[in-house]
Protein backbone atom coordinates (compact mmCIF):
# COMPACT_ATOMS: atom_id res chain seq x y z
CA UNK A 1 0.00 0.00 0.00
CA UNK A 2 1.36 3.29 -0.80
CA UNK A 3 0.98 7.11 0.69
CA UNK A 4 1.60 10.15 -0.54
CA UNK A 5 1.78 13.61 1.24
CA UNK A 6 -0.93 15.38 -1.19
CA UNK A 7 -1.88 17.96 1.61
CA UNK A 8 -0.91 20.61 4.33
CA UNK A 9 -3.58 22.65 5.99
CA UNK A 10 -3.08 25.45 8.45
CA UNK A 11 -5.40 27.94 10.11
CA UNK A 12 -4.96 31.82 10.46
CA UNK A 13 -6.95 34.43 11.93
CA UNK A 14 -6.36 36.70 8.77
CA UNK A 15 -7.28 34.76 5.60
CA UNK A 16 -6.60 37.50 3.61
CA UNK A 17 -3.48 38.60 4.76
CA UNK A 18 -2.12 35.09 4.83
CA UNK A 19 -3.12 34.34 1.65
CA UNK A 20 -1.11 37.79 0.24
CA UNK A 21 1.77 36.10 2.12
CA UNK A 22 1.70 32.97 0.77
CA UNK A 23 1.21 34.03 -2.88
CA UNK A 24 3.85 36.47 -2.90
CA UNK A 25 5.90 34.39 -0.84
CA UNK A 26 5.91 31.04 -2.82
CA UNK A 27 4.73 32.72 -6.11
CA UNK A 28 1.76 30.06 -5.63
CA UNK A 29 -1.98 31.25 -7.74
CA UNK A 30 -4.90 30.18 -5.58
CA UNK A 31 -7.10 26.88 -7.28
CA UNK A 32 -10.08 26.77 -5.34
CA UNK A 33 -12.51 28.01 -2.32
CA UNK A 34 -14.66 24.95 -0.94
CA UNK A 35 -18.07 25.39 -0.05
CA UNK A 36 -17.37 22.28 1.78
CA UNK A 37 -16.18 23.63 4.99
CA UNK A 38 -18.92 26.11 5.90
CA UNK A 39 -20.46 23.19 7.85
CA UNK A 40 -17.54 23.26 10.58
CA UNK A 41 -17.47 26.99 10.43
CA UNK A 42 -14.86 27.92 8.24
CA UNK A 43 -13.67 29.28 4.77
CA UNK A 44 -10.63 28.41 2.93
CA UNK A 45 -8.46 28.75 0.16
CA UNK A 46 -6.28 26.28 -1.39
CA UNK A 47 -3.15 26.89 -3.63
CA UNK A 48 -1.44 23.96 -5.73
CA UNK A 49 2.46 23.76 -5.22
CA UNK A 50 3.40 21.53 -7.79
CA UNK A 51 0.88 18.70 -7.69
CA UNK A 52 0.51 18.81 -3.10
CA UNK A 53 -1.88 21.32 -1.74
CA UNK A 54 -1.21 24.16 0.57
CA UNK A 55 -4.68 25.57 2.63
CA UNK A 56 -5.49 27.68 4.57
CA UNK A 57 -8.57 27.96 6.48
CA UNK A 58 -10.24 30.60 8.92
CA UNK A 59 -12.72 30.77 11.16
CA UNK A 60 -16.02 32.47 10.26
CA UNK A 61 -18.12 31.79 13.75
CA UNK A 62 -16.98 31.70 17.06
CA UNK A 63 -16.36 28.07 19.13
CA UNK A 64 -15.29 26.24 16.14
CA UNK A 65 -12.31 23.62 16.45
CA UNK A 66 -9.99 25.22 14.18
CA UNK A 67 -10.42 28.69 16.61
CA UNK A 68 -10.17 26.70 19.79
CA UNK A 69 -7.13 25.12 18.46
CA UNK A 70 -5.33 28.79 17.34
CA UNK A 71 -5.92 29.67 21.17
CA UNK A 72 -4.49 26.66 22.14
CA UNK A 73 -1.21 27.34 19.70
CA UNK A 74 -1.31 30.79 19.99
CA UNK A 75 -2.17 32.34 16.77
CA UNK A 76 -1.69 30.78 13.22
CA UNK A 77 -0.77 27.49 13.13
CA UNK A 78 -0.07 24.45 11.26
CA UNK A 79 -3.44 22.13 11.34
CA UNK A 80 -3.22 18.86 9.41
CA UNK A 81 -1.33 16.76 7.77
CA UNK A 82 -3.20 15.46 4.47
CA UNK A 83 -2.45 12.19 2.71
CA UNK A 84 -3.56 9.90 -0.43
CA UNK A 85 -3.38 6.59 0.31
CA UNK A 86 -3.84 3.42 -2.33
CA UNK A 87 -6.55 1.85 0.12
CA UNK A 88 -8.47 3.71 2.86
CA UNK A 89 -10.24 0.54 3.72
CA UNK A 90 -7.70 -1.44 4.76
CA UNK A 91 -6.49 1.58 6.64
CA UNK A 92 -9.28 2.21 8.17
CA UNK A 93 -9.50 -1.94 9.12
CA UNK A 94 -5.35 -0.71 10.93
CA UNK A 95 -6.36 2.47 12.69
CA UNK A 96 -10.02 0.56 14.10
CA UNK A 97 -7.51 -2.11 15.71
CA UNK A 98 -5.35 0.32 16.81
CA UNK A 99 -8.16 2.09 18.78
CA UNK A 100 -8.06 5.31 17.05
CA UNK A 101 -11.22 7.03 16.50
CA UNK A 102 -12.16 8.62 13.33
CA UNK A 103 -12.99 12.44 13.83
CA UNK A 104 -14.30 13.04 10.24
CA UNK A 105 -15.47 11.18 7.63
CA UNK A 106 -15.60 11.54 3.93
CA UNK A 107 -17.67 9.16 1.91
CA UNK A 108 -18.63 11.16 -1.81
CA UNK A 109 -18.11 7.59 -4.29
CA UNK A 110 -19.88 10.50 -6.80
CA UNK A 111 -16.86 12.67 -6.89
CA UNK A 112 -14.60 9.55 -6.38
CA UNK A 113 -13.53 10.73 -2.85
CA UNK A 114 -13.53 8.65 0.45
CA UNK A 115 -10.91 9.46 3.44
CA UNK A 116 -10.96 9.81 6.86
CA UNK A 117 -9.55 12.26 9.71
CA UNK A 118 -8.30 10.41 12.85
CA UNK A 119 -8.73 12.26 15.63
CA UNK A 120 -5.96 14.42 17.47
CA UNK A 121 -6.38 13.16 20.76
CA UNK A 122 -5.70 9.92 19.35
CA UNK A 123 -2.37 10.37 16.87
CA UNK A 124 -0.94 13.11 18.31
CA UNK A 125 1.12 15.97 16.69
CA UNK A 126 -1.50 17.18 14.24
CA UNK A 127 -5.01 15.87 12.44
CA UNK A 128 -3.42 13.25 10.00
CA UNK A 129 -5.88 12.58 7.44
CA UNK A 130 -5.77 9.92 4.68
CA UNK A 131 -7.90 10.08 1.39
CA UNK A 132 -8.49 7.76 -1.89
CA UNK A 133 -9.90 9.20 -5.22
CA UNK A 134 -11.55 6.13 -6.00
CA UNK A 135 -12.13 7.68 -9.91
CA UNK A 136 -10.65 6.91 -12.91
CA UNK A 137 -6.90 7.19 -12.59
CA UNK A 138 -7.19 8.12 -8.98
CA UNK A 139 -4.16 6.29 -8.14
CA UNK A 140 -1.78 8.32 -10.69
CA UNK A 141 0.78 10.44 -9.36
CA UNK A 142 -0.38 13.94 -9.05
CA UNK A 143 -3.86 12.59 -10.36
CA UNK A 144 -7.59 13.90 -9.12
CA UNK A 145 -7.54 15.64 -5.79
CA UNK A 146 -11.15 16.21 -5.21
CA UNK A 147 -10.61 18.17 -1.93
CA UNK A 148 -8.76 21.15 -4.47
CA UNK A 149 -11.72 21.01 -7.01
CA UNK A 150 -11.93 19.59 -10.44
CA UNK A 151 -10.04 22.31 -12.57
CA UNK A 152 -6.63 23.09 -10.43
CA UNK A 153 -4.05 22.48 -12.92
CA UNK A 154 -4.47 24.88 -14.65
CA UNK A 155 -3.08 27.36 -11.69
CA UNK A 156 0.10 25.01 -11.22
CA UNK A 157 3.05 27.88 -11.16
CA UNK A 158 6.63 26.33 -10.00
CA UNK A 159 8.59 29.48 -10.99
CA UNK A 160 9.75 29.85 -7.38
CA UNK A 161 8.62 26.70 -5.70
CA UNK A 162 7.67 22.91 -6.84
CA UNK A 163 7.03 20.74 -4.18
CA UNK A 164 6.27 20.05 -0.28
CA UNK A 165 9.05 18.11 0.35
CA UNK A 166 8.70 17.33 4.12
CA UNK A 167 6.34 17.88 7.48
CA UNK A 168 7.87 18.70 10.33
CA UNK A 169 5.82 17.57 13.81
CA UNK A 170 7.23 19.06 17.08
CA UNK A 171 6.71 17.11 20.73
CA UNK A 172 8.42 17.39 23.72
CA UNK A 173 8.81 13.73 23.20
CA UNK A 174 9.28 13.43 19.12
CA UNK A 175 10.29 9.54 19.59
CA UNK A 176 7.21 9.07 21.26
CA UNK A 177 5.05 10.95 18.64
CA UNK A 178 7.08 9.25 15.76
CA UNK A 179 6.77 5.77 17.57
CA UNK A 180 2.55 6.07 17.27
CA UNK A 181 2.38 8.15 13.28
CA UNK A 182 4.90 5.15 12.04
CA UNK A 183 2.67 2.35 13.41
CA UNK A 184 -0.82 4.33 11.89
CA UNK A 185 1.00 4.86 8.45
CA UNK A 186 2.53 1.38 8.89
CA UNK A 187 6.22 2.12 7.75
CA UNK A 188 8.95 2.06 9.66
CA UNK A 189 11.20 4.82 11.32
CA UNK A 190 14.42 5.91 9.80
CA UNK A 191 16.81 8.88 11.15
CA UNK A 192 17.58 11.70 9.06
CA UNK A 193 20.87 13.33 8.82
CA UNK A 194 20.39 15.65 12.14
CA UNK A 195 19.17 12.29 14.16
CA UNK A 196 15.75 13.21 13.81
CA UNK A 197 13.10 10.38 13.50
CA UNK A 198 11.27 10.26 9.82
CA UNK A 199 8.87 8.30 8.23
CA UNK A 200 9.44 8.12 4.73
CA UNK A 201 6.20 8.98 2.25
CA UNK A 202 6.35 7.87 -1.50
CA UNK A 203 6.82 11.66 -1.91
CA UNK A 204 7.87 13.14 1.16
CA UNK A 205 8.71 12.33 4.56
CA UNK A 206 7.27 13.31 7.61
CA UNK A 207 10.21 14.60 10.34
CA UNK A 208 9.61 14.36 14.19
CA UNK A 209 11.43 17.33 15.85
CA UNK A 210 11.54 18.72 19.44
CA UNK A 211 9.14 21.32 20.24
CA UNK A 212 11.85 24.52 21.35
CA UNK A 213 9.27 27.61 20.53
CA UNK A 214 6.94 27.04 23.49
CA UNK A 215 3.99 26.64 21.38
CA UNK A 216 3.61 23.07 22.22
CA UNK A 217 2.81 19.68 19.98
CA UNK A 218 1.87 20.64 16.84
CA UNK A 219 2.36 20.44 13.09
CA UNK A 220 5.36 23.64 13.24
CA UNK A 221 6.75 22.98 10.02
CA UNK A 222 7.15 22.29 6.50
CA UNK A 223 9.72 21.92 3.56
CA UNK A 224 9.53 23.67 0.16
CA UNK A 225 12.05 22.80 -2.89
CA UNK A 226 12.71 25.57 -4.04
CA UNK A 227 13.34 26.60 -7.49
CA UNK A 228 14.46 30.20 -7.61
CA UNK A 229 15.75 30.75 -3.68
CA UNK A 230 16.65 34.50 -4.23
CA UNK A 231 13.23 35.88 -5.34
CA UNK A 232 11.68 33.75 -2.47
CA UNK A 233 13.71 35.56 -0.55
CA UNK A 234 13.24 38.81 -1.48
CA UNK A 235 9.60 38.18 -1.32
CA UNK A 236 9.64 37.41 2.10
CA UNK A 237 11.55 40.36 2.98
CA UNK A 238 9.13 42.80 1.25
CA UNK A 239 6.19 40.72 3.31
CA UNK A 240 8.01 40.97 6.69
CA UNK A 241 8.44 36.83 6.59
CA UNK A 242 11.96 36.41 6.29
CA UNK A 243 14.06 34.04 9.13
CA UNK A 244 17.03 33.21 7.30
CA UNK A 245 18.64 32.42 4.08
CA UNK A 246 16.84 29.03 4.29
CA UNK A 247 13.79 29.58 6.17
CA UNK A 248 10.78 31.87 5.54
CA UNK A 249 7.84 32.01 7.98
CA UNK A 250 4.24 32.04 6.65
CA UNK A 251 0.61 30.86 8.70
CA UNK A 252 2.54 30.04 11.63
CA UNK A 253 4.61 27.49 10.06
CA UNK A 254 8.44 27.52 9.74
CA UNK A 255 8.77 27.41 5.74
CA UNK A 256 12.11 25.55 5.10
CA UNK A 257 13.84 26.35 1.57
CA UNK A 258 15.50 23.47 0.36
CA UNK A 259 17.25 22.80 -3.36
CA UNK A 260 16.14 20.65 -5.88
CA UNK A 261 18.42 17.42 -6.05
Given at each position: MWIRLRQIAVTTADLAQTSADIQCVLGVEPCFTDPGVGIFGL???LWPVGTQFLECVTPVQPDTAAGRYQQRRGGDTGYMVITQVSDVGARRAHVDEMGIRIAFEMNHPEEGHVGMQ???ADTG?????????TGPDGDAVGGAWTPAGSNWEPYVNTAM???????????????????RWSQIAQIDLRADADGHPTIQLDNA??????????????LGGIDVTTVDREAVLAAAH??????????????????????TD
Open positions: KNVLHPGAFFEMDQMVSSIAAAELQSPDPNRLAESLRFVPETDGRGEGSRGCHVSDSQVALAGLRVNLVD
